[in-house]
């Protein structure tokens, strides 16, 4: 397979597996999109081997396997690594946040409870603060402190996972996974719980009291993360703006009205997107 073919299966998966990041992608000048696909994919790979129907011992193997290829890319004839390694041959990609993706999808390996918010920023950061911070070595950089500006990368993208969880109560629940803080959830009263129809149980509120607050708090690590766009160029900042803003538009949604999760996995359609999308190029933040 040649460079130019595996990067056409990335991009095919990014098209199928991953919509509102595809929406971001493609502001981007092509070589840029292709290798940003290429880390995606790699990226969903690792996702799917967590979420998927293996038992449990050929799950970790798998991902045992990951940790063995990603030092060994030059070697492998898999489209999606052919990909992945010509792309960390032309951009800087930290191809140890790979490592961090799968570490914290072996968290998800089991039933999940987390006990407080430091416990779910750690979990956060590995899951997506770090495919914020491969996303940052393929946009590239003004003059800036790179250290300082992968911060920004990493907070953005524990946003970005703040409000998948949210988004995603109900059917985490399902899996046998609680990423809202036990703590927090004990402050508020609230619990998580199915009724009959598999719809999530709150009569007197606090579940949604809970999402109210936690969405508010998720707004301001958006705030903490969108300062890296001054130092991106336009069309990078366009496709971070897109990415973020399609995420950003779904946590608004559930804070004005957390019971839009309860039966049902909230999205944007494709209208609203492309309006992210078209509003992102002119420079318009969400």
């Not at 914290?104 to 920023?121: C, I, P, S, Y």
């Not at 719980?193 to 509120?205: I, K, N, R, T």
């Not at 309860?262 to 944007?268: I, K, V």
Request: proline letters at 4%.
């Amino acid at each position: 397979m040649t460079v130019a073919e595996a990067y056409v299966a990335c991009l095919d998966i990014t098209r199928s597996e991953a919509r509102n990041f595809y929406y971001g992608i493609r502001l981007l000048p092509p070589p840029k999109r292709n290798a940003l696909s290429a880390l995606y994919a790699l990226a969903r790979r690792i996702d799917d081997i967590g979420d998927g129907a293996l038992p449990l011992a050929d799950k970790r193997t798998a991902l045992a396997e990951v940790r063995k290829d990603l030092g060994r890319l030059d070697d492998l004839s898999d489209p999606v690594y052919v990909a992945v390694a010509d792309a960390a041959r032309r951009y800087p990609v930290p191809l140890g946040a790979f490592e961090e993706l799968v570490a914290g999808v072996e968290t998800d390996l089991g039933d999940v409870r987390v006990g407080d918010f430091e416990e779910l920023v750690v979990y956060c950061r590995r899951v997506a603060g770090s495919v914020g911070r491969l996303c940052l070595s393929i946009f590239g950089t003004a003059d800036a402190d790179f250290e300082t500006l992968s911060q920004y990368a990493d907070q953005l993208g524990i946003a970005l996972q703040q409000t998948n969880i949210l988004r995603d109560i109900r059917e985490d629940f399902g899996n046998g996974r609680i990423y809202l803080p036990a703590d927090e959830l004990e402050r508020f009263g609230a619990r998580i719980a199915l009724d009959e129809h598999g719809v999530l149980e709150d009569p007197q509120g606090r579940l949604a009291g809970y999402i109210r607050y936690a969405a508010g708090r998720a707004q301001d690590w958006y705030s903490l993360g969108w300062r890296l766009l001054p130092y991106l160029d336009r069309r990078s900042g366009a496709s971070c703006r897109a990415m973020s803003g399609i995420y950003h538009h779904l946590l608004r949604r559930i804070g004005a009205n957390p019971v839009l999760v309860y039966d049902r996995r909230l999205s944007l359609s494709a209208a609203e997107k492309a309006q992210v999308a078209l509003a992102s190029l002119a420079g318009v933040r969400s």
